[in-house]
Nanobody, 121 residues
Framework: QLQLAESGGGWVQPGGSLRLSCSSPTSTVDTYTIGWFRQKPGKEREAVVCINMHNYIWYYLNTVKGRFTPARDNARNTVYLGLNSLPPGDTAVYSC??????????????WGQGTQVTVSS
């Protein structure tokens, strides 16, 4: 059964950068569409960005375009999410999830446990 694990979160000052990782200890992820989601304190989870197996990228949030970049490394069985120019408003638990095919936000079914990103001075 596919399992996912995220890593790379932490504390960063405003304007800083982080790189999150999403990998699977049980399966290869190269044929899956990977979505990144986040949940801010007291808010519902929201879809951020998606990358499919052909490296097609779809941004659900316009506010992260040009700052967040997903990328696949199939040799490492990992999908990354580069976070740049982070403001405090990007503080959230970030999770990755999988689906097959198109980047339809409600189709994602397998989730990782999430990694905390905190942006503050």
């Amino acid at each position: 059964q596919l399992q996912l694990a995220e890593s790379g979160g932490g504390w960063v000052q405003p304007g800083g950068s982080l790189r999150l990782s999403c990998s699977s200890p049980t399966s290869t992820v190269d044929t899956y569409t990977i979505g990144w989601f986040r949940q801010k304190p007291g808010k519902e989870r929201e879809a951020v960005v998606c990358i499919n197996m052909h490296n097609y990228i779809w941004y659900y949030l316009n506010t992260v375009k040009g700052r967040f970049t997903p990328a696949r490394d199939n040799a490492r069985n990992t999908v990354y999410l580069g976070l740049n120019s982070l403001p405090p408003g990007d503080t959230a638990v970030y999770s990755c999830a999988t689906t097959k095919g198109r980047c339809i936000a409600h189709d994602f079914s397998t989730w990782g446990q999430g990694t905390q990103v905190t942006v503050s001075s």
